[in-house]
């Protein structure tokens, strides 16, 4: 599976205090008492994009074709130099990845992942990823705060720590960090080039990395999208979806 984000007011601002001969105490930005982050509602979206896989030994190129029926299944096909080279179906209980290449197939439970990275993997966290949406619903015990231009937010699962970075101006996550504090182990989202979906906005670009330990060292595997097309509404799509019966499961 780890295989498998005012200028020249400013400026005449300065000029302004400087022509004024007086020592200036500058001011922080005040810590933010509430949050607000703004996210993508919808029935059904359509999208397709670029999608670069990396780790130590390679590098892969795809083209993805997705579709997502909100709260219920996120569908994938992907395709080398117009050749199909697999395929993914992501509901809520289970996540299946078919190598169209090797003939073979995967099958994920929701509670083998969650074991394995010590946090609640479940389909509404993988949905809000892809999204740019908050991977976790705010509680009162969180703690929020500013770091840099940044609006943060600071939420804690058993032994992850999630870091999550507000726009304050767009109201739109630009940056997720969860580190597990027994090994290390990191996964950082990072989005951007927001731009128009309906009403709302839409990270058309964004970057994934995933940096664990194993006996080798520390590795790191990364995902860089780019959508080209992003479309949502209440028009129904399909998903089909099938496994040849002579492919090997994994």
């Not at 892969?60 to 179906?89: E, H, Y």
């Not at 619903?137 to 609006?151: A, L, N, S």
């Not at 994934?208 to 995902?223: E, H």
Request: charge should be positive.
């Amino acid at each position: 599976m780890q295989k498998i984000i005012a200028l020249p007011l400013l400026l005449l601002g300065l000029l302004f205090m400087q022509s004024c001969h007086r020592k200036v105490v500058p001011t922080l930005p005040e810590e933010p008492k509430t949050l607000d982050i703004e996210e993508i509602d919808f029935g059904y979206l359509h999208s397709k994009a670029r999608m670069i896989f990396k780790d130590e030994k390679k590098e892969r190129d795809v083209k993805a074709n997705i579709r997502i029926r909100k709260d219920s299944v996120i569908w994938m096909t992907f395709s080398v130099i117009g050749v199909q080279g697999g395929k993914a179906l992501i509901n809520k209980d289970s996540i299946t990845i078919v190598s169209t290449v090797d003939k073979e197939y995967y099958v994920f439970d929701y509670a083998e992942l969650s074991k394995r990275f010590n946090f609640k993997i479940d389909y509404a966290v993988l949905e809000a990823a892809m999204l740019g949406n908050p991977i976790r619903i705010k509680k009162p015990t969180d703690e929020i705060g500013r770091e840099g231009e940044y609006d943060k937010l600071l939420q804690k699962e058993g032994s992850v720590t999630i870091k999550s970075l507000i726009n304050p101006i767009i109201k739109k996550i630009e940056q997720v960090e969860l580190v597990e504090s027994t090994s290390n182990n990191t996964l950082k989202l990072q989005y951007s080039n927001f731009q128009p979906l309906g009403e709302k906005s839409y990270p058309y670009n964004g970057v994934v990395s995933i940096f664990y330990k194993t006996a080798a060292g520390i590795l790191n595997n990364t995902i860089t999208f780019e959508y080209n097309k992003v479309e949502v509404g209440d028009k129904e799509l399909k998903f089909p979806f099938n496994i040849p019966k002579r492919y090997d499961r994994r």
